[in-house]
């Protein structure tokens, strides 16, 4: 079984289709791109699977939950969290805070524990603390850990957002463009990140990226978008040689990167 | 010998206390030693300013833990400090002991604040402001026309509070009421700050997106910001009322929200410490400004009360403004810089 089943999706704004019974299957263990032209619905995408959209019809399953009915503050929960094509971090809070609210749907002591913060809510702070500093480690923040996460520099805002997409503990993480905007040496780092993720925690990603170099080398299957369609899916070297994709992709900045 | 340059930690658990280090400590016990002994000196009129601002303190310490930490900007916040007021004169008047009355103020007003904090779900920032400015009209009109329960424009009266048969009537003693909870306000709101529910409100403040994504609940968040903060508000407006003995619905006007949001305005918004230094600030101003008509008063010769009256307005307007423009952060930013500055004394660059 998939560890996420996207099945006959559609999703439409006022009569616009963003999505069309899109279907593809994401197993688990592996990194899956979902790749397309600027506005093919890659965001929408992410947006139903997180629940931010609603899609009109069609499933989506975690493990073999229904995702769709489930609220989306309960969706953390159930192993899922996300970052976002455009930096939304808490932008008051410190780094350190913003990956201790990464894990808030961990954190289960009560109001008042936490008012009188004694026994429980101390002793959940200092365990969950400890495992936020090793995710701060791990992506090389440690210099920035109390510095207002709003004032940093726009690449390590987009590692920040992993950091807290990565304290929720997700058995699927949905990255949205986290190279867009960066230049090359931190793109890679980011690449280095999502291919430890993958590779050394066991997390299951899906990726929408621009980068087509990236795409290729680190992903196990490709997801082609256009239109708010799947064009094409399978592995990097048949969905490149795919003339389908190549003609949507004809004239667009991309197509150097699809062999062109 | 060596002596430790800087602050190291070797425990996540002392790096987020309060007060981390021991130099800190001893000037906060240092600090409290001098409230509890200072009243005791001074003539009972200054005494009774200390007992305001301990009652300014927590009204705006509520406040900014719903405005300046959750971001839900609210212009009735001193109508729920009313509702707690008008529960204490109704339940005291019935016989109910005051350390019921207290948390019984803190609930009705918690609950008060709730359902008027229903519409921030829908509703943010200007629009929010509006709604609020709706319920604090709304509560204004129960004060003066539920006559029977509120005594409309004819007031409550109340009798000291008493507790264990010790009685608290007069300026000292409640000074050290007041004080006492004005403590365990400061005390719990800053833990809650630091943890889980206090993250949730400025996450939901600074991004509800991703507030949502990493699990907050958007519609309880908000509720609870608001059953918080309006709990504090009704024990405040609980200690004002058993302190002034009679309350009248003018008391918890629009003034009084407004007061309220000039306090975490003037301290910094989302600092417990700038709450708390913009109510110390905002109670001394018009005592200050008093101060300073009689003396020119006494200059001039003459009969000037009505016009003082008039600048004392223009000044207050003046200050805010002031502060708006040259201290945006407020009075807590001011703090930290100074202290950073002495910490690096004389190297501060
Ligand atoms: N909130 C929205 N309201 C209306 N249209 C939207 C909204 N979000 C996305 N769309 C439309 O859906 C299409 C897909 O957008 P998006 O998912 O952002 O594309 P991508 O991420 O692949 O660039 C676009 O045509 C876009 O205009
Ligand atoms: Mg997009």
């Known amino acids: ?260 | 010998m060596q002596d430790k340059c800087g602050l190291f930690f070797c425990s996540y658990r002392a790096e987020s206390a309060l007060f981390p280090s021991g130099f800190q400590r001893a000037c906060l016990a240092a600090f409290l030693l001098a409230l509890v002994i200072i009243p005791l000196g001074i003539n009972s009129y200054y005494v009774s300013i200390l007992c305001l601002m301990n009652i300014a303190v927590i009204g705006a310490v509520s406040l900014n833990l719903l405005t300046g930490l959750c971001g839900q900007i609210s212009l009735g916040h001193g109508a729920f400090f009313g509702v707690g007021a008008y529960t204490a004169g109704i339940l005291a008047a019935k016989g109910v002991p005051f350390l019921l009355v207290l948390p019984a103020s803190g609930a009705v007003a918690a609950m008060a604040g709730m359902a008027f904090g229903l519409p921030s779900l829908r509703l943010k920032g200007i629009y929010l402001a509006i709604a609020s400015l709706a319920a604090q009209l709304i509560l204004e009109y129960v004060f003066l026309h539920w006559e029977s329960m509120t005594g409309g424009s004819n007031g409550l009266m109340l009798m000291a509070p008493e507790i264990f048969g010790l009685k608290f009537d007069s300026d000292i003693k409640m000074f050290y009421l007041t004080l006492g909870v004005a403590a365990l306000t400061v005390l719990a709101v800053s833990n809650i700050t630091r943890t889980r529910p206090g993250r949730a409100f400025v996450a939901i403040r600074d991004h509800y997106l991703s507030a949502e994504i990493v699990g907050v609940n958007l519609f309880a968040g908000k509720l609870q910001a608001f059953g918080l903060s309006s709990f504090l508000a009704g024990v405040g407006g609980c200690l004002w009322a058993h302190y002034t003995n009679f309350i009248t619905p003018e008391q918890f006007n629009i003034g009084l929200s407004i007061n309220y949001l000039a306090m975490i305005i003037i301290g910094g918004l989302g600092s417990v410490l700038g709450a708390i230094f913009g109510a110390v600030f905002l109670t001394v101003l018009p005592e200050a400004l008093n101060a300073v008509a009689a003396l020119a008063g006494q200059m001039l010769g003459g009969d000037p009360t009505a016009s003082l009256a008039a600048l004392k307005g223009g000044v207050f307007g003046l200050v805010l403004t002031l502060f708006l423009i040259f201290e945006p952060d407020g009075l807590a930013q001011r703090w930290r810089m100074a202290k950073a500055y002495w910490k690096l004394y004389p190297f501060a660059h």
Request: include cysteine; glycine fraction near 10%; proline fraction near 4%.
């Open chain 1, 1 to 260: 079984m998939p560890l996420l089943d996207v099945s006959d999706v559609t999703l439409t704004f006022k009569g616009i289709a963003a999505l069309v019974s899109v279907c593809f299957q994401v197993e688990e263990g592996q990194i899956v791109s979902l790749i397309g032209p600027n506005g093919a619905g890659k965001t929408s995408m992410l947006n139903c699977i997180s629940g931010r959209y609603h899609p009109e019809a069609g499933s989506i399953t975690l493990g073999g939950s229904e995702l769709l009915t489930v609220p989306t503050h309960r969706r953390t929960s159930m192993g899922l969290s996300r970052t976002f094509q455009n930096i939304a971090l808490f932008r008051g809070l410190s780094v350190l805070d913003n990956l201790m609210v990464g894990r808030h749907a961990q954190l289960k002591y009560g109001l008042l524990s936490s008012i009188l913060y004694f026994g429980a809510a101390r002793r959940a702070e200092d365990a969950h603390r400890r495992r936020v500093e090793e995710i701060i480690d791990f992506l090389n923040l440690s210099p920035y850990r109390h510095q207002p996460a709003g004032l940093l520099p726009y690449g390590l805002q987009k590692r920040v957002e992993l950091g807290r997409a990565l304290a929720a503990e997700p058995r699927l993480l949905l990255l949205d463009e986290p190279m867009a905007g960066m230049n090359l040496e931190e793109t890679e780092d980011m690449a280095r990140f999502v291919l430890d993720i993958n590779e050394e925690w066991g997390l299951t990603v899906l990726l929408v990226e621009h980068d087509m170099g990236v795409v290729m080398n680190i992903s196990h299957q490709v997801v082609v978008l256009d239109f708010g369609q799947v064009l094409a899916q399978g592995a990097p070297e048949a969905v490149q040689a795919d003339p389908k994709v190549l003609a949507a992709y004809l004239g667009s900045e991309d197509a150097t990167f699809l062999g062109r």
